[in-house]
């Protein structure tokens, strides 16, 4: 078509057969739909469960970006940051909530789960979710890994975390605990419902790990 523009490639195919993407300069294609179009694209082309993707890699460009950006601090118990670049950080949240919710809430749940050591840095990313799929996801793996607490038999309490994080099944037990898990996922539905409208998923109560 006439006045069509070509599209660059903004990546390249390594030897295991997973697409690199360049976010950088994917991100600053004017057409978000083919910016989410060519990630989604890429994340299906990859064939090993337990290998990063292009949209766990969309999810570490993003971590990169905020986690150097500014402290934004909306209330002292939960303390965020936000990018430099406001421009790309509208792109991004729009892409997250509006273009990829679908494909990216299970590697949102992965890196939430993963992150052991540093609860805080999870808002980082949480700080730009305000889809409600998105939302209803969360607290319902929230719900379900409560469950798994009491279950007596490590492997058998550990494995839905283990499929959540994308480790075998035969992975550190310790590194898959439903209670650690749980905890940090009661710690990004607080910060969640203190800055979105959400009562009609779940409130504060509903999120209580004791009566």
């Known amino acids: 078509m006439k006045g069509t523009r070509k ?8 030897p295991d057969g997973n697409i690199s993407i360049d976010y950088e300069a994917l991100l600053k294609e004017d057409d978000i739909g083919f910016i989410a179009a ?13 290998k990063k993707d292009a949209l766990d890699r969309f999810l570490d460009y993003v971590y990169s970006k905020v986690s150097s950006g500014h402290y934004y601090i909306i ?15 509208t792109k991004i949240i729009e892409l997250i909530n509006e273009h990829l919710h679908f494909d990216i809430v299970l590697k949102l ?11 805080d840095s999870n808002l980082y990313i949480a700080n730009l979710i305000y889809s409600k799929d998105i939302i209803q996801s ?23 975390v283990k499929n959540i994080q994308q480790l075998s099944p035969f992975s550190d037990n310790e590194l898959s605990s439903p ?9 990004i539905l607080q910060f969640l ?5 959400i009562e009609d998923i779940y409130t504060l109560k509903d999120i209580m790990l004791s009566a």
């Open 193 to 197: 419902a203190l800055k979105n409208k």
């Open 38 to 50: 060519r990630i989604a694209g890429a994340s299906y082309s990859a064939f090993d469960y337990f």
């Open 109 to 119: 749940l992965k890196f939430f789960t993963r992150n052991l050591y540093d609860s």
């Open 75 to 89: 209330n002292a118990a939960f303390p965020c940051k936000r990018m430099n670049d406001e421009e790309l950080e």
């Open 138 to 160: 969360l607290y319902d793996t929230y719900n379900l890994l409560k469950n798994d607490i009491f279950i007596t038999n490590v492997h058998t309490r550990t494995l839905n």
């Open 179 to 187: 209670l650690d898990a749980v905890a940090r996922l009661k710690y």
């Open 7 to 14: 599209r660059k490639a903004y990546g390249t195919l390594s």
